[in-house]
């Protein structure tokens, strides 16, 4: 069954996050992702070795499926330039736009969600560093691959140096393609529509769009296959670690709070002094809101016993129900005017 939140679950979430802090925090993950891929270039010779030593390994397991896909895409362009604008393009929007839909309605998953793929970046920036890897359409045409995007590259906005806009490729690392960071970033979208999708439209795309973006980085010889199991392992590994990632926050956020001398709302926990005010607020309540209506007597020499109806007046000569009055006591309404027999006659004087 989908997850739902409660509105209280969903209005503490939202007092906690902010989009202006969220997306200078968003923006600035991009840009060391962006600037890992452009300094983890490595030697090219040796990104070329890593890629043959992949192919070698795949076509031992025979698990070697992009060279059919490629030759698929390559010879129907019907399915090879869609492709190619799938891979150009979805990578950049669907995934900030899951981030938007998780801020706005389910913002009390958004945190950890954000923790997970956030995680799971930084640890792929490892891999490009460690293992620069030649992708397959980069490889000497004797092994059989053909880059669609440089083939199909008159039908988008992309030259022949992978998805970056013409006279821009020198601005990406072509060398990054271990591990796969778009079926990594695709896995974690599915997973997202999957668990918090109400619709059954949502979890069916939270299943194709993971499965059609790794045929797709095969099918355009920009990734292997073992490129992409990479990617998904690397989110299982965010995923086990974005907990920890979380409560580290939370304790230097602590931290800086007890140095600066204010006292921290952690995990929608109200500051001391807001819950003495709920506190000191339900007493006045309770002393006011007696039933019966009728008011509490004072105690014993506080001349400033609160009144339940204090600044409430009424009218000359109008009378509520069961008000006390001042001559009775605190008892019921008296039965009868003091001027009053019960006749409609003048009570005789005494």
Known sequence: MPQTETPDIEAASRARLRWWTELPLILLVYACYSAGRLLARGDVSSAVDHGLTILRVEKFL??????PLNRLFTREAWLGIPADFWYAS??????PAI???????RSAHYRAARTWLMTSTFIGLIGFTLLPTCPPRL???GHGFVDTMAQYSSYGWWGGEASAPRGMGGMTNQYAAMPSLHVGWALWCGVMLWRHGRTPAA???GVIYPLVTTIVVMGTANHYFLDAVAGAAVMGVGFLLAPLVNRAADHAKAAFADRSGSVPSISGVAPVSEVSAVSEASAVSRVSGTSGGSSPSA????????????????STGERIPRQRDARFGSGAEPSASPTDAGDGAPAPAR
Do not use: M
Request: net charge positive.
């Open 99 to 105: 981030l938007i839909w998780l801020f706005r309605s």
């Open 299 to 314: 105690a014993p020499g506080d001349a400033r016993a609160p009144i339940v109806s204090g600044g409430c007046q009424t």
């Open 203 to 205: 979890k069916a795309a």
């Open 90 to 95: 979805l990578h950049y929007l669907v995934t």
């Open 62 to 67: 025979h698990i070697n499926a992009e060279h």
């Open 139 to 141: 490889l000497s045409a």
